[in-house]
């Protein structure tokens, strides 16, 4: 079945410093690739997504490419800051008529001053 | 536009009560599911519907039942509650059209079971 496995936690950071934060993925077919973000007390809000081998999707600085050789799907953003800590979810879309979201467990991040 | 409402937002429910949580969304969306989280554990899928009369299973059922009457509403009943159901639940809803599975989330329901 589909899984996604996620960089453990937390990762704390100094504003200004650059993220990685690692997805992999074993799927059937060819699934779309999301990046989803929870603030604190919040639900989750997408990110950005990718749905083709290749593409890298990008938004507010954070970017992330589907690469299908390697089954990875990482987070970066090049200079973080004190707002982008949250929880970050790596997703997995599986094929079929179900449209189905596969989580990985989550990655939280931390900014400081 | 409110996109998927949940309510209540907090809740706290002593063993072997039973409540509905509830989810609508206006953005005519066909599907709609329900996730729990659970700390390290990401999102697991409870139940879904890909239209209105339409449910399925997901990857932890038990304990947990749905309904899709209308194609804005669809509600989690909790039958007999147990602490092991305290967690956050989300729903969350997407259009059958478009490439992407893009899912729209709720803003939460806190259960604690005691």
């Known amino acids: 079945g589909n899984s996604v496995t996620q960089m453990e936690g937390p990762v704390t950071l100094s504003e200004e410093a650059f993220l990685t934060i690692n997805c992999t993925y074993t799927?059937?077919?060819?699934?779309?690739l999301f990046w989803y973000v929870q603030y604190p007390g919040e639900g989750l809000q997408l990110l950005l997504k990718?749905?083709?081998?290749?593409d890298k999707g990008s938004n507010k600085g954070f970017e992330a490419t589907y690469r299908k050789e390697t089954t990875s799907f990482h987070l970066e953003k090049g200079s973080v800051q004190v707002s982008d800590s949250a929880v970050y979810f790596c997703?997995?879309?599986?094929?079929?008529?179900?449209?189905?979201?596969?989580f990985g467990s989550g990655t939280q991040l931390t900014v400081l001053p | 536009n409110a996109g998927v409402t949940q309510t209540p937002k907090f809740q706290v429910l002593k063993t072997g009560q039973s409540m509905t949580l509830q989810c609508a969304q206006d953005?005519?969306?066909?599907?709609m599911s329900w996730y729990r989280q659970d700390p390290g554990m990401g999102l697991r899928l409870i139940h879904y519907?890909?239209?209105?009369?339409?449910?399925d299973q997901g990857e932890v059922p038990n304990g947990y039942n749905v309904s899709r009457s209308t194609t804005e509403d669809f509600p989690l009943r909790l039958l007999s509650a147990a602490p092991s159901q305290t967690s956050v639940y989300f729903c969350?809803?997407?259009?059958?059209?478009?490439?992407?599975?893009?899912?729209?989330f709720g803003p939460g329901t806190r259960l604690t079971v005691t």
């Open positions: 969350a809803s997407s259009s059958r059209t478009g490439a992407s599975y893009e899912q729209y």
């Open positions: 799927a059937t077919g060819y699934p779309s």
């Open positions: 990718a749905t083709k081998a290749d």
């Open positions: 997703a997995l879309g599986s094929s079929g008529s179900a449209r189905q979201l596969t």
């Open positions: 953005m005519n969306h066909e599907y």
């Open positions: 519907s890909v239209g209105a009369g339409i449910t």
